[in-house]
């Protein structure tokens, strides 16, 4: 399990999306902490990172490149195939990061999303919880037919609830293994 989808997935797998591509993110360690979840949970899931993006994709693999970057078709494969996915969204200038809505561009237009059932959870350094990203990223699936649920989880503070690699807050963990759990069943 990586940023590159080299493994096997099934349509069946719950991809777990890292929305973003900065090394080493918050998001990355909130996305394995929720990978391990659904483990528990006995749901098969995969991490798929933006960081092992290619790093050209937005002059390679959109608009009149499309299908032309085999390692952004991978990606978009996996994702496309997927029944189910989670977002993991750090906030990013009161919004969700630039690159995640590059990426969501270069899935195929206008169905590539439609009818696939999504998780939400914001990441934050201040009180919000990336509210506002969640919002703003839930106005696209609902334009792409993409259904959300309506359990978003919002991880405020996170530089203080995360520590030694654990989630040191009880409602954040409680809040996520319900929305895991409410995927499942959705
Ligand atoms: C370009 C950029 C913009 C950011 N903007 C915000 C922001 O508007 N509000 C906030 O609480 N944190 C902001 N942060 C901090 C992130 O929310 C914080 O790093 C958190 O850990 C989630 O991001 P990460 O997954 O990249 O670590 C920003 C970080 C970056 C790199």
Redesign the pocket.
């Known amino acids: 399990m990586n940023g590159t989808p080299a493994g096997p997935v099934s349509e069946n797998t719950i991809i777990i999306i890292v929305g ?1 591509n ?1 090394k080493h ?4 360690q909130i996305a394995e902490y929720y990978h391990t979840i659904l483990q528990q949970l006995h749901a098969d899931s995969y991490v798929l990172d933006l960081t092992g993006l290619p790093s050209d994709f937005t002059t390679t693999a959109l608009y009149e490149n499309t299908g032309k970057n085999p390692g952004f078709n991978q990606f978009k494969e996996v994702v496309e195939r997927a029944r189910k996915l989670v977002f993991i969204v ?5 919004s969700y990061p630039g690159v995640l809505k590059a990426f969501i561009d270069g899935m195929s237009y206008p169905n590539g999303l439609a009818n696939k059932k999504v998780a939400l959870v914001g ?4 009180h ?1 919880g990336g509210a506002l990203a969640l919002s703003h990223l839930n106005d696209i699936f609902s334009y792409l037919g993409t259904h959300t649920l309506a359990l978003r989880v919002k991880l405020a503070q ?2 203080v609830h995360w520590k030694d690699g654990a989630l040191h807050n009880d409602l954040y963990r409680m809040l996520l293994q319900q929305q895991a759990q409410q995927l499942i069943d959705f």
């Open positions: 973003t900065r993110s918050m998001s990355r750090p906030e990013y200038n009161n990441v934050s350094a201040n919000q996170i530089k």
